[in-house]
């Protein structure tokens, strides 16, 4: 392949340290390390809490624009004075704004969306005017005119060709690669000389589709019966208020702790008994997947879509979707059941390298 055509532009609205921002950093870096020329263009770096993971033989573009609706011009521009052969975009409505700057720019370039949830869950619960009345219009009419919607597991193909109506063959699965960071570090660990604390983890935005209300209410539960357990909340969000409120309601506000975000999540991961994860849907969890890494098991809903794909009676335990008693049961059942080499061994085929193979091809 001639040099001059190992230009790839991946495009993402922020870095402020969700699943997306830190696969879109992992799959730059590792292009770039194979000798793929990468250019990453943020909207924004306001509050970047992962611009210090970019590698340096990555170019960062910041086009200063705060939202997606606001970035037509400037899109349209960066696209008009630099030569962008392939564009990869990590967010379903910047990937609209792309199809609709490629279409006025002229710019024969390949588009590749990464559809980050299942869609139709995604908007389905949308709130506010603009999301409900505009932005799923404009996804009904636009998103699936991009080259290719890559979807991280095979739930998330099936919503994409069901109720979008694309072909299987521009909805290909690439499942998510574990952190580099945290893939490098499983190298290192001793899993006989583990040592598990009394806690369980809950790792991600405090939103509504996170649903960590679930995991207070059963951690309540359990709680009553084991005096020093905790449970650990690592992340932040808009649901902060209302979760803490909750814990007090039910008893356990000196139990739960809640973390912030954190760039070192390893420390987390490592103590806990298990990673717990209650949304009300998903994409494909990278938190389940850095938590098996780390020979850590999980407990999780059977939620749309994702955890079936991941879980098996090796790694951790798979409760029915919104059902409280089936994770006080899997809490309560979790001691000694799992042992981390073999946890650690079911997180084999989301190796960085697998990923990267197939975003190659798919560039190619």
């Known amino acids: 392949m001639d040099v001059n055509d190992r230009k790839v532009t991946f495009f993402i609205s922020a870095l402020e340290g969700g699943g997306a921002e830190a696969v879109c950093v992992n799959v730059a870096n590792g292009l770039a390390e194979r000798g793929w020329d990468v250019t990453l263009v943020v909207l924004s770096l306001d509050n970047a809490a992962y611009v210090d993971r970019i590698s340096r033989r990555v170019k960062l573009h910041e086009l200063g624009v705060p939202y997606v609706r606001h970035a037509f011009l400037s899109l349209l521009r960066y696209l008009r004075r630099n030569e962008v052969r392939r564009l990869v975009v990590f967010n379903y409505q910047l990937a609209v704004m792309l199809v609709l700057v490629r279409s006025v720019s002229f710019r024969n370039c390949k588009l590749i969306a990464r559809n980050i949830n299942t869609l139709s869950e995604e908007l389905g619960r949308a709130k506010g005017f603009w999301r409900r009345h505009v932005v799923s219009r ?46 490098e570090y499983a190298t290192t660990l001793d899993w006989a000389a583990i040592e598990k604390q009394d806690y369980f983890l809950c790792v991600g935005r405090l939103d509504e589709q996170k649903a960590f209300h679930y995991a207070i209410e059963a951690f309540s539960k359990v709680a009553e019966k084991s005096p020093e357990l905790r449970l650990k909340i690592v992340g932040q969000g808009a649901l902060e208020a209302q979760l803490r409120d909750l814990a007090k309601a039910r008893g356990v506000e000196e139990r739960v702790d809640f973390e912030q975000f954190q760039k070192d999540i390893v420390p987390f991961y490592l103590g806990a008994k298990a990673t717990m994860l209650t949304s009300l849907y998903e994409g494909f969890p990278n ?49 000694g059941r799992f042992d981390p080499a073999l946890v650690h061994q079911s997180a084999s085929r989301y190796a960085t390298k697998y990923a990267l193979d197939s975003y190659e091809t798919l560039l190619k």
């Open 138 to 183: 404009l996804v009904d009419v636009f998103y699936c005119k991009a080259d290719y919607i890559i979807n991280q597991c095979q739930g998330m193909q099936l919503d994409l060709v069901e109720r979008y109506g694309i072909s299987q063959g521009r909805a290909p699965v690439i499942y998510n690669s574990v952190n580099q960071r945290i893939e």
């Open 287 to 335: 938190v389940l997947i850095e938590s098996i890494t780390l020979g850590t098991p999980v407990i999780a809903f059977d939620c749309p879509n994702g955890p079936r794909e991941i879980i098996n009676e090796q790694n951790g335990i798979l409760v029915e979707h919104l059902s409280v008693d089936g994770l006080v049961s899997a809490m309560r059942h979790i001691d």
